[in-house]
């Protein structure tokens, strides 16, 4: 069965910082994996796809199949990044499974 | 283009009752999704339709249903209600075809249910 896991529910950094925040996923199938952000009080947004290996708001993520991870990076922290992320696993047809999701809140 | 549109927005309900969400997928778009969101669960995928036709199902009890109309929208029906069934429930639609891993996912803003 497929499984997405984010270790940590919150993580907080200071403005300018880098933030990582962690994703490992569990599938035997070929992964196409995402990270969606939510903003307080907006709906779930696309922020990035592995396939498109693009870098969006400062953000970037690798897929790394060996150690079954999607970490998403950004080198320097914002303010407006504050916000909550979710890591998600593609399976069969559209069907997304989500990790836990990590409240990231950056800190003036 | 517009995008997902859930209706309603909001609603309370009372033990034992039932409901019915509305989903308006993006025009064009054939694969309409639900999903739970919980405090506690996080979200979970209810079921997906796709061409009229159910596609994928989660691992709901059969009190959670839904179905999708000629013209891609989409209702999702929730019956004798329990109190555990409050929770954000959310819409998303894709094109649902062709090159699979290049079809974006959208989601609605949710409708919200409170079940007293």
């Known amino acids: 069965a497929q499984r997405v896991t984010q270790p940590e529910k919150l993580l907080s950094v200071f403005k300018g910082a880098p933030v990582e925040l962690k994703c490992n996923y569990s599938?035997?199938?070929?992964?196409?994996l995402f990270w969606y952000v939510q903003y307080s009080r907006q709906r779930l947004q696309l922020l990035l796809r592995h396939i498109s290996r693009e870098s969006i708001k400062g953000f970037t993520a690798d897929l790394n199949k060996g150690e079954t991870s999607f970490h998403l990076k950004k080198p320097f922290a914002q303010e407006e990044d504050s916000a909550m992320y979710y890591c998600?696993?593609?399976?069969?047809?559209?069907?997304?499974?989500f990790g836990e999701g990590t409240q990231l809140t950056v800190n003036p | 283009k517009a995008g997902v549109t859930q209706t309603p927005r909001y609603l309370i309900k009372t033990r034992g009752q039932q409901v019915t969400l509305s989903c308006s997928p993006i025009s064009g778009h054939r694969s309409v999704s639900w999903y739970q969101q919980t405090p506690g669960q996080g979200l979970q995928f209810l079921f997906e339709?796709?061409?009229?036709?159910?596609?994928n199902k989660g691992n709901f009890p059969g009190r959670f249903s839904g179905r999708q109309f000629s013209n891609s929208r989409s209702e999702m029906n929730v019956s004798t209600l329990e109190l555990g069934d409050s929770a954000l429930y959310l819409c998303?639609?894709?094109?649902?075809?062709?090159?699979?891993?290049?079809?974006?996912?959208?989601f609605g803003e949710g409708s919200w249910l409170t079940v007293v």
């Open positions: 339709y796709f061409s009229e036709t159910q596609r």
């Open positions: 998303a639609s894709s094109e649902g075809q062709g090159r699979m891993s290049g079809n974006t996912i959208y």
């Open positions: 998600a696993l593609k399976t069969s047809g559209s069907r997304l499974t």
């Open positions: 599938y035997s199938g070929s992964p196409e």
